[in-house]
């Protein structure tokens, strides 16, 4: 089973930038696919961006294309999510989370995930 944390979370200015990292266990990164994800109360959560640790591709919605930006450290097991600019509409619950089956290629979708973490706040001030 795969196991993962999510830190770096916080509250920012707008306009700021916050890093986000994930880090897994349980599993080896380049077996996976890690997906990032954003809810806040009363909608569905929403896929940000993903990426594949056997080839290094990744994916991005539309809305955080040019804001948003997916890495990994494979020695450290750890996927980040840089994120600059940031908007007050960008606040929310961030989540990390894994598929052992998956494809950059699918939708960033929750229902391609099997594993999720238990998320970090991002709070964006207008």
């Known amino acids: 089973e795969v196991q993962l944390v999510e830190s770096g979370g916080g509250l920012v200015q707008a306009g700021g930038s916050l890093r986000l990292s994930c880090a897994a266990s349980?599993?080896?990164?380049?077996?996976?696919?890690i997906g990032w994800f954003r809810q806040v109360p009363g909608k569905e959560r929403e896929g940000l961006s993903c990426i594949d640790g056997r080839d290094g591709r990744t994916n991005y919605t539309d809305s955080v294309k040019g804001r948003f930006t997916i890495s990994s450290d494979r020695a450290k097991n750890v996927v980040y999510l840089q994120m600059n600019n940031l908007r007050p509409e960008d606040t929310a619950l961030y989540y990390c989370a894994a598929s052992l089956f998956g494809s950059t290629w699918y939708p960033i979708a929750p229902i391609h995930y099997d594993s999720w973490g238990q998320g970090t706040q991002v709070t964006v001030s207008s």
């Open positions: 349980g599993f080896a990164f380049e077996n996976l696919v």
